[in-house]
């Protein structure tokens, strides 16, 4: 598990590969990622925005961007948590990700950026 925190809320991620969606003879690897979005600030804070870069092994770079997460923008109040799970295809059965969440602070509307780690995207058995 990848694990930061920024001013206060700590993102973790889990990784899983897809054998049963995947095909390697055409070049489709796919992925999922379980997120984990911890408030341990003392502000209640609103997920407005995510931002992603995702890397194969090709070198190819794709850039993501859009409102809240999987048509979501979660609120927490001190103390909760919010998981979802979501996914990635590559062309490659090696990559990695990582970006940002854009967060709002409802108490004062100040808006900061929450780092999400980078984290691998590998097939099992190119770990042999």
């Not at 003392?42 to 993501?64: F, M, P, Q, S």
């Not at 097939?123 to 042999?128: K, S, T, Y």
Request: charged share 20%.
């Amino acid at each position: 598990m990848n694990t930061t925190t920024t001013q206060g809320v700590t993102v973790s991620v889990t990784t899983n590969y897809l054998p049963d969606y995947s095909s390697p003879s055409q070049e489709h690897y796919v992925f999922a990622y379980k997120i984990d979005i911890r408030n341990n600030s003392e502000y209640t804070v609103k997920l407005l925005r995510r931002h992603w870069h995702i890397y194969d092994a090709n070198g190819v770079v794709r850039e993501v961007e859009g409102d809240g997460v999987v048509g979501q923008q979660p609120v927490l109040e001190p103390g909760e948590a919010h998981q979802y799970v979501s996914g990635c295809n590559l062309k490659t059965g090696l990559g990695k990700m990582c970006g940002t969440y854009q967060m709002e602070r409802l108490a004062d509307g100040r808006e900061f950026t929450v780092d999400i780690p980078e984290f691998t995207l590998i097939v099992p058995f190119r770990l042999n």
